[in-house]
Every structure is written in structure tokens, then in C-alpha cells.
């Protein structure tokens, strides 16, 4: 098992130079997008225990909206909540939105894309990174569509989501199987990532029964990076939770 002694910088991603990229399309939900949520959260929240004994956090801030290991959630806004990358870049893939994350995150998907390709395997990127105004039309989608108390269990408010960050992104099938819903993990492409993103540096953020830590419903399309090295280290506990490894509070709900 890694330990996170043994992390090297290597780990971090480079924070300076920009291939700065216009903000994508609004995704607003079409009508067709996916009914109210299936994965309630349980009427008692459990409160995440670190998994880890040992870490060093000062590797990568948990709390720097530009750090690698940066935690969003709904009880963790970015600071300042307009943050923006300054190492955008768009990625040569196939897409639906604009494929924009930063740098090195960008360069861990390509690599990932062509792994996957080579095992017949064809990925397609349904959203990667919002701004904060974008993040706005997103949100303001959903809850004109199902309402507000089912759009905050799948999308995020502004200056609360981790597509603002430019580590995370939404992966579909090729042929649009499962878009966006919880069979998608059912699909080869959602069976492949699960196997084999980690090794390219993703995290699954949102884990099957887990709505009580995260404050959102299982979403097996949703990525997260954080590098090769914690990714690895994630992947040997099952459904573990960004909240739960870091021993971070549970965030069902946003504070009131």
C-alpha cells in the first residue's frame, strides 16, 4: 500500500503558464435528463472517520482552490468562490461540451482516452470544467427542471463544484448509453473506468450509497483527479469518499 510519506511532487501539478479557453456552453439539462434521484440520503449521517493514519497534507492543501487535493463539497466553498484556473487547457477528444481541464489533469485523461481505445473502449467527454458563471445557468438548469431540493442531490451550487476546480470531469459512453445516470456504471465503458481509471490518476467522487458523506447521488461518471499516487491509494478501500480518507465532516447539506 502506498503511504502518503511516500508521495513525491511528482503528485503536484504545475500551477503556472495558461492556455486560457473561453468558458463552455451552459450545460442546462434538456427535458429528457435523468428523473429525481434514486440514492436518499439515510436519516442519520454518519461521520467520516479517517482511513488513513498517516498523511502528509502539506504535500497539496486541502483547503487551496488550486491545490491537487483541494476538498469541495457542500460545507467547503472555494476560496474566492469565483476561483478560476490559470492552467486551462482544451483537450483533442471526442466531447460534448468543450473538453477544458488544467494542465496536468488534461494530460492524464488524454493518456487515459488512449489506454482505453486500445481496449476497445471509447470515451467521450460530457462536461469537464465550468466557471462560476456557467456553474450558475448549470445549477439554475436542474432547478427549473426537478426543483430545488432534487437538483442540489446532482449538481452543485455555484462556487460548490468541483468542475469549477478544472480536476473533475463527466465521461459517457460513445454511443450515449446511460448518459448521466447511475447505469451508466453498468455499461463497458462505466466497468472499464472503475477498473481502470485509478492508475491514470481518477477518483471516483461519487460512490454508490455514499450520499450521506458526499450530499449527492452515485454518479459513476463523474472523475476526479488527484494523481497517480492518492488515487492508488483510494482505490484500495471500496467507495471511499474524499470526506471519509481525509477525516473531513460528512456534508449531506449545505450549511445553513
Known sequence: ??????????AAVALTGCVASAAPTAEIPAPTQPSPPTDPT????????????????????????DSLWVVVDKLRRLSPKRYAPTDLTTMN??????????????K???????????????????SSYRSYSAQVSVYNGWVDSIGREA?????ARPGYSEHQIGLSVDIAAANRACTIQACFGTTPE???????????????????????ITGYIYEPWHWRFVGVELAAELSLTPK?????FFGLPAAPDYAR
Not at 1 to 10: E, I
Not at 93 to 102: K, S
Request: glycine letters at 4%; zero cysteines.
Open 190 to 212: 462505466g466497468k472499464w473506468l472503475k477498473s481502470n481509471a485509478p492508475q491514470f490518476g481518477w477518483h471516483l467522487r461519487y460512490p454508490r450509497g455514499k450520499t450521506a
Open 93 to 106: 477528444v471526442p466531447h460534448t461540451y468543450t473538453p477544458i481541464l488544467r494542465r496536468d489533469a488534461a
Open 108 to 126: 492524464a485523461y488524454r493518456t487515459m482516452y488512449r489506454a482505453a481505445r486500445r481496449d476497445g473502449i471509447d470515451l467521450v467527454v460530457q
Open 1 to 10: 500500500m502506498f503511504r502518503f510519506l511516500a508521495l513525491v511532487a511528482t
Open 42 to 65: 439515510p436519516s442519520i449521517t454518519p461521520t467520516p472517520t479517517a482511513v488513513v493514519a498517516v498523511f502528509d497534507t502539506t504535500l497539496h492543501s486541502l483547503d487551496e482552490a
Open 240 to 244: 471511499i469518499t474524499l470526506e471519509e
Open 151 to 155: 437538483a442540489d442531490l446532482q449538481s
